[in-house]
């Protein structure tokens, strides 16, 4: 489910051939020795590769080789966006709000989906859940049992997980190439700050470090963006290995300070507020604590902000009074 209100990151092997008189025999000892290089070359556990492209998921779609410098999405500083994680999108109607980045879930939304949505001019971030077990999941049936900590406090059926896990990251990296095959820009992974929670697994500060580069590393070989999602204690841990943060209520919790590096280095911070009637009418007093850039909301300057619900249906307002409904599939 999502986040809202959730408080809480080869060498191919190299054959050296001798000449030969023969050239007809030499060229078929370099033939062979290119095919073996090839074969060492390709990653097949999911994990990162020096070679030309990463490893393929199991439905065997090719993957895009790893970026060049700078050619992996960023976005900028005071991007509009909008945030839909309870349905998926509904593209068959006229997509509004138009704003610059969307975030929507991963598994939920088709290919098809993303493609619409970047066919109109605006980039897809992929959200999934880095740091927890959610049930209803594809590959839900993955996780191993010794995976799993304390359930999230108002999330039944939902766990902790390990970050140190090898099988959980495995799946992580699975998710990414997911993303990556569906065309996503960016993803967001969520609940990577479980040492600041009741996570029944003695995770700490530098479990969700590793966790979030780790997961940084295969984003970029994927050709993907990530994100850091709220964990405000490792934000200048992680900041070089980031391109955007996503978070929630800094303003309710005055806590913005703790983001505001995002924007100094260039690179956006998605807030999502959730303000009392946010879905209907949102009293001027909230509106205003929330865009006008002092008291809680001191040193939320240039942050992307947008208020909703706390289930992120397609409603949202924006700081220049602007209110959509994004229009959503049934399931």
């Known amino acids: 489910m999502a986040s809202g209100g959730r408080r809480a990151g080869k060498t191919g092997g190299r054959r050296r051939c001798m000449i030969i008189t023969s050239i007809i ?6 033939a062979l020795a290119i095919g073996l290089g090839v074969g060492l070359g390709r990653d097949h556990g999911g994990g990162s590769s020096s070679g030309s492209s990463s490893a393929s998921p199991a439905s065997g779609t090719p993957l895009p080789s790893p970026p060049a410098n700078g050619s992996i999405y960023q976005p900028a500083v005071n991007s509009t966006w909008q945030i839909v994680l309870q349905n998926p999108i509904n593209v068959s109607t006229t997509i509004t709000p138009h704003v610059d980045v969307y975030d929507i879930d991963m598994f939920t939304n088709p290919q098809s989906t993303i493609q619409s949505l970047q066919q109109a001019g605006m980039k897809v971030i992929c959200y999934f859940s880095a740091g927890s077990y959610e049930p209803s999941r594809p590959d839900s049936g993955d996780f191993q049992a010794a995976d799993k900590g304390k359930e999230l406090a108002g999330w039944p059926g939902e766990y902790w997980l390990n970050l ?36 029944g697994l003695g995770l700490t500060q530098q479990d969700s470090i590793d966790f979030v580069q780790f997961l ?72 205003q604590t929330i865009c006008t850039d002092s008291g809680n909301a001191a040193n939320s300057t240039d942050f992307s902000k947008v208020m909703k619900t706390m289930d992120l249906t397609g409603w949202v307002e924006y700081c220049n009074g602007s209110v959509f409904d994004t229009s959503m599939s049934s399931s």
């Open 164 to 199: 140190n896990s090898t099988n959980v990251r495995q799946i992580m990296v699975k998710r990414m190439q997911l993303a990556a095959q569906k065309g996503c820009d960016a993803v967001d992974p969520d609940n990577v700050d479980g040492y600041s929670n009741d996570n």
């Open 216 to 287: 940084a590393e295969h984003a970029r070989n994927l050709s993907l963006a990530i994100g850091l999602k709220n964990a405000g204690d490792i934000v200048q841990n992680v900041l070089p290995v980031v391109q955007f943060s996503v978070n929630e209520q800094c303003i309710h919790y005055s806590e913005c300070a703790t983001f505001a590096p995002f924007v100094a280095a260039g690179k956006p911070v998605f807030n999502i507020e959730y303000p009392s009637g946010a879905g209907s009418t949102i009293a001027v007093e909230k509106y």
């Open 25 to 30: 025999v030499a060229l078929v000892v370099i």
